[in-house]
């Protein structure tokens, strides 16, 4: 089995800043990309960033220039750094990793979800 748990959501002002963390434990042979997406109410879930196991990152149009997303490979955690928040960028923000397992089995795995509001 394994866990994702995330952290770091919470309220802020226009203009603020939010760290994110999520933090993957379990039966874990390795990790390959992991990301971070969004849902806002009434929306469908988009992709904010991902970052695969080689670093190469992808970040939606959307956030670019705001937005940081780093690994830390010997922890297995994923962070988004959100700068410069707006209104828009209110959502449940959920990390998503693709995991090996020892069975090397491949799976696709998501977070329970952290709200991020961003007040005008």
């Known amino acids: 089995q394994v866990q994702l748990v995330e952290s770091g959501g919470g309220l802020v002002q226009t203009g603020g800043s939010l760290r994110l963390s999520c933090a993957a434990s379990g039966n874990i042979f390795s990790i390959n990309d992991m990301g971070w997406y969004r849902q806002a109410p009434g929306k469908q879930r988009e992709l904010v960033a991902v970052?695969?196991?080689?670093?190469?990152?992808n970040y939606a149009d959307s956030v670019k220039g705001r937005v940081t997303i780093s690994r830390d490979n010997a922890k297995n955690t994923v962070a988004l750094q959100m700068n410069s928040l707006k209104p828009e960028d209110t959502a449940v923000y959920y990390c998503?990793?693709?995991?090996?397992?020892?069975?090397?089995?491949?799976?696709?795995?998501w977070g329970q979800g952290t709200q991020v509001t961003v007040s005008s």
């Open positions: 998503n990793v693709e995991i090996r397992d020892w069975l090397l089995l491949v799976r696709q795995y």
């Open positions: 970052i695969t196991s080689g670093g190469s990152i």
